[in-house]
């Protein structure tokens, strides 16, 4: 059975960072995720895992200089060594906190560069970082990104994830399936899940338009929830939306969710 984990960067945002942690706890929340920890140490974000005893599950590689539009610098061969470092920091974040898997971004394609050329230096580095990551016990997982939220992204197809995944045949590189992505990409979210389900490491979640919480779109979440139950999904559903409102209130439908299935 699935378990839900409280994505930290796009909920509960009222209050600082750090401060999210006691929020997801009080929620119900026992796992969390987030996109990027690396503004705080990795022992301030220990201590509030232990103070409210939470587990992380999931957190992104270093994306580059975000401030300045990166988005991933693994396409860039010209970023290799600072690709690599960022492995490194990934790692030592990743061990501190007792999380086993990182999802890294691909980038966005600049203008100029052959898109052969940025295939070659992506699969170069994550083969690179799959191996690091497999000394420690950890899986790297890859997703999807639609191109209307992140324009130029390199990864934006379904096809193309899995199909880099099987040739690169890393034992710990896994498909990280965005219900949001794939539906703004492609639809077809139940068979695209079955046709890929030996690849996929972990789920995200968030309704079309709007990117906001089920209910509030297209996406019939009830009928998500219980394919992935029949799927025997074992793994973590990530709620990684931007809340219509406030973040508690936004919870609404995981406490129907849950009240419809005791």
């Not at 860039?76 to 890294?104: D, G, M, T, W």
């Amino acid at each position: 059975m699935y378990q839900f984990a409280a994505n930290l960067t796009t909920l509960f945002t009222e209050v600082p960072f750090l401060e999210r942690f006691k929020k997801a706890k009080d929620s119900g929340f026992t796992h969390v995720e987030f996109q990027f920890p690396y503004a705080f140490s990795p022992e301030q974000i220990k201590q509030k895992l232990h103070e409210y005893e939470l587990k992380t599950v999931l957190f992104n590689l270093p994306p580059g200089n975000w401030e300045q539009g990166d988005r991933g610098i693994a396409i860039l061969p010209s970023r290799r060594e600072e690709f690599e470092e960022s492995v490194e920091q990934a790692i030592r974040y990743a061990r501190e906190l007792k999380c086993n898997k990182l999802h890294c971004m691909a980038g966005i394609l600049p203008e100029g560069t052959k898109k052969e050329v940025a295939l070659s230096a992506y699969k170069d580095n994550l083969r690179f970082a799959a191996e690091q990551l497999h000394k420690h016990g950890l899986t790297l997982v890859i997703e999807p990104i639609n191109t209307f939220d992140m324009p130029g992204y390199l990864l934006s197809n379904l096809g193309q994830a899995v199909e880099m995944i099987h040739e690169l045949k890393m034992p710990n590189l896994k498909l990280q399936f965005d219900f949001y992505h794939i539906q703004r990409m492609q639809g077809e979210l139940l068979n695209s899940f079955k046709q890929h389900k030996g690849s996929i490491a972990h789920i995200q979640i968030a309704d079309n338009p709007g990117r906001h919480e089920p209910g509030t779109g297209e996406i019939h979440y009830e009928n998500v929830f219980t394919f992935l139950e029949k799927e025997g999904y074992e793994g973590f559903v990530g709620l990684e939306y931007n809340p219509s409102g406030n973040s508690e209130k936004s919870l609404a439908w995981l406490e129907k969710l849950k009240k419809d299935r005791m």
